[in-house]
């Protein structure tokens, strides 16, 4: 199962615009961390906010999270074409006894038109 | 290497038969994942290692799915009767420790897996 869900399933922006991405997820977590992946490669790790965090910034990126809403959101600012990727959150689940990895969302598919 | 590095990048087999799919991580991640994704989804968990042995097998799908980490390093996923169903990219991810918190994973480029 997933636990987190991004929103919107896909967004398409012009060069320079902002882009933001939301992702809701469904219980506790330790943290909750945002990915990229372009077509056909792995996923890139890009930025990591824990639980007692409400803003997180990172070059271009900004993250923020609102553990009463169950949401996050990541903003990517002054878009560019090399952008265009998916982009999963991940929760770390707090289960009590220790890690069991990450839980990934089906993603946000972004487009960049030049 | 600097990467996780996974082998073989493309795997095409014949439903039912067996599959080996190889993760090499990063020296000295202790922490080893394997994910499984579909096309427009999102990665699936399927087993988690610290060092040499299974933390949480439970997101592996049924009996014909194995994985081993014998020296703590080098993984194998084993995949035997392939079905159809099967087919997706399997990937795999180290980090530097599991524990209480996961911190960054660190991604392979994948090993596509097509059952024919």
């Known amino acids: 199962s997933q636990q987190g869900e991004e929103d919107p399933q896909a967004l398409s922006i012009q060069e320079g615009e902002n882009a933001t991405m939301n992702c809701s997820y469904k219980?506790?977590?330790?943290?909750l961390q945002w990915y990229r992946q372009n077509s056909g490669r792995g996923l890139v790790h890009l930025i990591l906010?824990?639980?007692?965090?409400r803003e997180k910034h990172s070059g271009r990126l900004r993250v923020t999270l609102d553990t009463s809403k169950k949401s996050s959101s990541l903003l990517i600012t002054a878009s560019r074409a090399a952008d265009t990727a998916s982009y999963f959150c991940?929760?770390?689940?707090?289960?009590?006894?220790?890690?069991?990895?990450?839980?990934f969302g089906k993603g946000t598919h972004l487009i960049i038109q030049p | 290497g600097a990467g996780v590095s996974q082998t073989p990048s493309n795997k095409v087999t014949e439903k039912g038969k067996y599959v080996e799919l190889r993760c090499d991580p990063i020296?000295?991640?202790?922490?080893l994942y394997w994910y499984r994704q579909s096309l427009g989804q999102g990665p699936e968990f399927l087993i988690y290692?610290?060092?040499?042995?299974?933390?949480?097998d439970s997101g592996l799908p049924n009996d014909r799915f194995f994985a081993v980490r014998p020296e703590g390093s080098v993984s194998t996923l084993k995949i035997q009767r392939t079905e159809r169903g099967d087919s997706a990219v399997y990937l795999c991810?180290?980090?530097?420790?599991?524990?209480?918190?996961?911190?960054?994973?660190?991604f392979g480029e994948g090993s596509r897996l097509t059952v024919l």
């Open positions: 290692f610290q060092g040499t042995g299974a933390a949480d």
């Open positions: 219980t506790s977590i330790n943290n």
């Open positions: 991940a929760t770390d689940m707090y289960s009590g006894g220790g890690a069991d990895g990450l839980t």
């Open positions: 020296s000295g991640h202790t922490a």
């Open positions: 906010i824990r639980s007692n965090e």
């Open positions: 991810a180290s980090s530097l420790k599991g524990g209480v918190y996961t911190g960054e994973l660190f």
